[in-house]
């Protein structure tokens, strides 16, 4: 590598006035791939975040696996729950009853879900038991039920307020079925910061629930914790032994798999656009270059005449070419790394000095928007670019080493 070659590139990136028109060129070159990098890390990190957050709330309220029962419900979960926790990896293995409910307070009313739980296994689900506002768990153990807080701010309930619920799952008579009606003390309220959850579940003691769904005896499934869950299939066969036919299992992949996928394929898509950005700018680098040639076509013959090599003259317009390739993804790199660190602050700020939503909590589930950045994401990133930056400089910088010096100065 030659110094001289460097100081030329150098020379050419500040160019003279009469030269302004090719520095406009090469400046959108430069936003283009600062753009495009930025753009690339921060989609990238807030897909990763909010698939990450998602699955942290839906498998720390649900659980890994669910055990169903083939009909109405399962009559032996204690058997099944002990066997269940003998399985190795397992963590944790509860019985849930389950049903839907129409909720009512003073005149309001919404569709919620009731999910009777004992008071201990309620606990060990850290996910709700820490994420307790008002009142505590412990109300459960005389009757009384934990709701989410959206679901109690929009039915404008505290704690110590009475719920009324109403279940479907009523009484026969001469006149039909007579949904069943129960009124109930809240005791608490939780927020997980997943609205789904915080707007529409309810938790009650698993006894009290069993006579309020008139399945006395009966669970509708039992909830499975492992200790890796995204290797739910190498729990599978020996989880589905210990269940002996007794059920049937359903993992978190599947019950949520048209979700996860969704998100999958929205951010693959996302990555493809946004790559445009950088591709565009690549093609900016091209056209600039070439005009850059054009321009100092006298220069290249005299330093062809002086003994340059056609390998000097690429290296010179190569050297131009990635240098603002590579500036224009570092700075594009820093930008995105800080926006993700600082992106609800942001996010915050725009919506005050706009006055507009960029992140509904009822279409996206969560409170805040989140960010992960994936190292080897980014690394990618940053090399894609640079690589794409390199292979934009070696048609302009062949065409420069082509150059024929006679021509060059004839009229010159």
Known sequence: MQSYEWMIAARYLIPKRQDRFISVIAGFSLLGIILGVAALIIVMSVMNGFRAELLNRIIGVNGHFLVQSYDEGLRDYDQL?????????????????????????????????????????????????????????????????IIGEVLARDLGLKVGDSISLMSPRGNATAFGNIPRTATYVVGGTFRVGMVEYDQGYIFMPFEESQTFFKLKGMATGVEVMVENPDQVADYGPAINAAINGRGYLVDWQALNSSFFNALKVEGNVMGLILSLIIIVAAFNIISSLIMLVKDKGGDIAILRTMGATKGSVMRVFIYCGTSIGAVGTLIGFVIGIVFCHYIEPIRQFIQGVFNVELFSEDVYFLRELPADINVAQVTIVVIASILVSFLATLYPSFRAARLDPVEALRYE
């Open 81 to 145: 729950t002990a066997d269940l926790k003998t399985v190795p990896g397992v963590t944790r293995a509860t019985p849930i009853l389950q049903g839907q409910v129409l909720a009512s307070h003073n005149g309001n009313a919404t569709g919620a879900i009731v999910r009777g739980m004992r008071v201990d296994d309620l606990e060990s689900l850290t996910m709700v038991s820490r994420s307790i506002q008002r009142g505590s768990l412990e109300s459960m153990r005389d009757g009384q039920v």
